[in-house]
Nanobody
Framework: QVQLVESGGGLVQAGGSLRLSCAASGGTFSTMGWFRQAPGKEREFVAAIGWGGENTDYADSVKGRFTISRDNAKNTVSLQMNSLKPEETAVYLC??????????????WGQGTQVTVSS
């Protein structure tokens, strides 16, 4: 049974930083990604990374501020978020899949971790 457990969310002031982590169990996956969903909005892609870590993809809105990384030995994926904005308040979800399409669809999802950015 595949499980994804996110951690690292919280409350941060605008311009601040947070680091999210996601621990996967029950399988290993070539593609791991992060999405976010704000209240009343659709879920949106944030970032994804391939198995070797060299290939990454970011939403235009986070390029240059967010960095995705993975540790295959620990089966984890992380998202370093800098210069956070209030409009990025959302539940951030980890996802994984086999295959190379970074934008989806994904096979497995975590429950999410809340990120709140205050102005």
């Amino acid at each position: 049974q595949v499980q994804l457990v996110e951690s690292g969310g919280g409350l941060v002031q605008a311009g601040g930083s947070l680091r999210l982590s996601c621990a996967a169990s029950g399988g290993t996956f070539s593609t791991m990604g992060w999405f976010r969903q704000a209240p009343g909005k659709e879920r949106e892609f944030v970032a994804a990374i391939g198995w070797g870590g060299e290939n990454t993809d970011y939403a235009d809105s986070v390029k240059g501020r967010f960095t995705i990384s993975r540790d295959n030995a620990k089966n984890t994926v992380s998202l370093q978020m800098n210069s956070l904005k209030p409009e990025e308040t959302a539940v951030y979800l980890c996802a994984c899949r086999s295959g190379g399409d970074f934008r989806g669809p994904y096979d497995y999802w975590g429950q999410g971790t809340q990120v709140t950015v205050s102005s």
